[in-house]
């Protein structure tokens, strides 16, 4: 299994700022994913990031929008920029271990 | 692409019941999970279960791959057994990442 340390917790923010999101592993991993689950919604994937390369964005997520850092094999961070109300959720980095994937505790964001 | 659909939506049991969720998807899989969202948030892994049967204390989950569902029992609940239940899936065909149902909210009353 891998253990996903992921900080804040939990933030309120003001509109028009952003927040940057640490997610750190246990052991060194090729790919880090980022997901977003807004309230009463399921997980949706924002994108992945790979060490040494540009993050590969989903449909509907833009890189000006959700910047996203992977500066070695154990660590990424996730940026939500210009937030507004409808930023408001949960953003969970995940790993994959052998066979199954593994997620953090996730980061509860408000934005006022 | 894949599409997952787990039921019921919401169920309301008091505590000492049994409860069975349910998730079917749309396409083969080489990899089904099931996962518990407790209220905090965090994502529990349950199960890896992309095929057969698997049990863990009061929790068994049943994959029939061939018919493209899933089974997660639940056996004498507890209030800690609140949250909502998610099955997500890793098509074999088509985009390759892990796709989510909407899950099942659980509410446990004492």
């Known amino acids: 299994s891998a253990v996903i340390s992921q900080k804040p917790s939990r933030d309120i923010c003001q509109r028009g700022t952003s927040l940057t999101i640490q997610c750190q592993v246990d052991?060194?991993?090729?790919?880090m994913f980022w997901y977003r689950q807004q309230p009463g919604q399921s997980l949706t994937l924002i994108a992945t990031?790979?060490?040494?390369?540009?993050?590969?964005?989903e449909s509907g997520f833009v890189i000006d929008k959700f910047p996203i850092s992977r500066p070695n094999l154990t660590f990424s961070t996730l940026t939500v920029s210009n937030m507004s109300p409808e930023d408001s959720s949960i953003y969970l980095c995940?790993?994959?271990?052998?066979?199954?994937?593994?997620f953090g505790q996730g980061t509860r964001l408000t934005v006022v | 692409g894949i599409q997952v659909e787990q039921s019921p939506p919401d169920l309301i049991l008091q505590e000492g019941a049994n409860s069975t969720l349910r998730c079917n998807f749309s396409?083969?899989?080489?990899?089904l999970q099931w996962f518990h969202q407790n209220p905090w948030g965090q994502l529990i892994n349950l199960f890896y279960?992309?095929?057969g049967t698997k049990q863990n204390g009061r929790l068994s989950a049943t994959t029939v791959a061939t018919e493209r569902y899933s089974l997660l029992y639940i056996s004498s609940s507890q209030t800690t057994d609140s949250g909502v239940y998610f099955c997500?899936?890793?098509?074999?065909?088509?985009?390759?990442?892990?796709?989510f149902g909407q899950g099942t909210r659980l509410t446990i009353n004492p």
């Open positions: 279960i992309p095929s």
């Open positions: 997500a899936v890793f098509p074999i065909q088509g985009a390759q990442k892990l796709v």
């Open positions: 990031a790979n060490q040494g390369s540009e993050a590969t964005y």
């Open positions: 995940s790993v994959w271990g052998n066979t199954e994937a593994f």
């Open positions: 052991s060194q991993v090729t790919m």
């Open positions: 396409d083969s899989v080489n990899n």
